[in-house]
């Protein structure tokens, strides 16, 4: 009768769709040895009480506590790892001056391994602490750094995605932080490849090598057309910045002659397995070739109110098929938890809806139809972000990985205001959505193995 490895009880929310949220009332999660799902068991099923009495008194049984809720892990997609070191700060000045004078000269540091394993560890714990079990980091030009990262999330439990970032042009980097040429990127990047895949063999939850042009602007058009060949080579992930501000946006049109959708896609760099971050000043034309090619959308809202000089219509982008996940741009957002950029998805979509100038009057003021709700933004940070990257993850079903967070509503310190005990789950859901904060993420787990706990 014991063919799992852990049974965990309790209640559980998860996307059905986009727009629809299902809770899972006091369920049996049956996680095989592998660390997937292999039974998710209603209590009005025949052998639901059975495997109860089965497991209950060995090591691998886990029964919620009362007011006790099991989340999917979020899923980042876009994280600068090194300017962790950075966060909450120097967010006053458009993105093209915030690169030069604070985010190079940090990135730059990172040649110093000690450095580098100070400020990732940390980072790496406090994604975990935060709920994020999944994540798409951005490195910096140095290879062994990089694969320091991949490293530490391999040894750490968290499923890390590692790019090490390339940025080769020499008119438009600074000579303190590029790369030394256009052979030494493309090199470093397929040793940094074979060094990623070999940590990622034995990690369980998985640790993935990354193609990581910075943008368009930081590259030479042979490193995007060699990391193109070389993300198809080795069959890796690829991510990228795309038309994230009027700055950035201007620039490509002006080299490319186009946007930068096309111009990725020209290099080889848009595939199934490909998310690129921002995408605030997509067209039509750009949208309907993200959703034909698979490429993902990392929206990165909490950031996009700083440095990308819109909002990104995100609802329009869902409704025609676009895949699309939640990126908190660590250090381009300042905040480090999904729950914040869940919330701050909704709200910027509200803002677009109705518009933000009083003085206009209200039938012209806002973009219609633009609202996304917190379900979404749920959807965004869990479900969406495991299909962008084309990883079982981010749903609580069968065949998905066991990476969950178990939220705790009654805990003394920092009680959700649930006063009625009939409340229904939908809302219960939706306190946890707006009103979580890190103590309430009292477990994390990451492919069936505990990864974080708050004592
Ligand atoms: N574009 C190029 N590099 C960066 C970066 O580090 N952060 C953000 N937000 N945009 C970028
Ligand atoms: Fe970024």
Not at 197 to 210: C, D, F, H, R, T
């Amino acid at each position: 009768m014991r063919e799992y490895a852990k049974v965990f009880q309790g209640t559980a929310f998860t996307s059905a769709t986009p727009k629809e949220v299902t809770a899972l009332k006091d369920r049996l999660f049956c996680i095989r040895e592998d660390g997937v799902i292999g039974r998710v068991v209603a209590p009005e099923e025949d052998d639901y009480q059975a495997i109860v009495d089965a497991y209950r008194d060995g090591p691998g049984f886990r029964r919620l506590d009362e007011g006790q809720y099991l989340l999917p892990g979020f899923v980042d997609l876009h994280v600068h790892a090194p300017q962790w070191a950075q966060s909450g700060t120097a967010l006053d000045i458009p993105l093209y001056d915030w690169l030069n004078t604070y985010t190079f000269p940090l990135e730059a540091k990172f040649s110093d391994l000690s450095f580098a394993k100070n400020v990732y560890e940390d980072m790496v714990s406090t994604l975990l602490a935060n709920g994020t079990t999944t994540v798409l980091y951005f490195a910096t030009i140095h290879k062994e750094a990089s694969i320091l990262l991949a490293r530490i999330c391999a040894d750490k439990g968290q499923r890390g995605l590692v790019g090490k970032v390339v940025m080769d042009d020499p008119e438009q980097n600074p000579d303190y932080y590029r790369d030394a040429d256009t052979a030494t990127a493309l090199k470093d990047t397929e040793e940094f490849i074979l060094a990623v895949k070999e940590l990622g063999a034995s990690a369980k939850q998985g640790v993935y090598p990354v193609v990581t042009p910075r943008f368009i602007p930081s590259c030479t058009d042979e490193a995007l057309q060699g990391l193109g060949e070389l993300a198809a080579k080795h069959d890796t992930h690829i991510q990228s910045h795309c038309s994230e501000s009027d700055w950035a946006h201007g620039y490509v049109q002006e080299r490319c002659g186009k946007h930068d959708a096309f111009a990725l896609h020209g290099f080889g760099l848009l595939t199934e397995k490909s998310v690129m971050a921002h995408c605030n000043f997509l067209d039509e034309d750009d949208a309907a070739l993200f959703a034909e090619t698979g490429t993902a959308v990392g929206h990165c809202p909490i950031s996009n109110a700083y440095f990308a000089n819109s909002v990104i219509p995100i609802a329009r982008w869902l409704d025609i098929g676009v895949e699309i996940g939640l990126g908190t741009d660590i250090s381009g957002g300042f905040s480090p938890s999904l729950f914040d950029n869940a919330r701050q998805a909704v709200i910027s979509s509200r803002m677009l809806e109705d518009g933000v100038n009083g003085e206009l009057p209200a039938s012209k003021r806002g973009v219609p139809n633009s609202r996304i709700t917190i379900n979404e933004a749920f959807y965004l940070a869990t479900a969406g972000g495991g299909e962008s990257l084309s990883l079982p993850v981010g749903r609580l079903e069968e065949g998905y990985a066991w990476d969950v967070q178990i939220i705790d509503t009654a805990l003394r310190t920092s009680r959700l205001p649930l006063y009625d005990a009939n409340e229904p789950l939908e809302d219960i859901f939706q306190k946890i959505m707006y009103l979580v904060r890190p103590e309430n993420i009292r477990e994390v787990w990451v492919q069936g193995e505990q990864v974080h706990k708050r004592e």
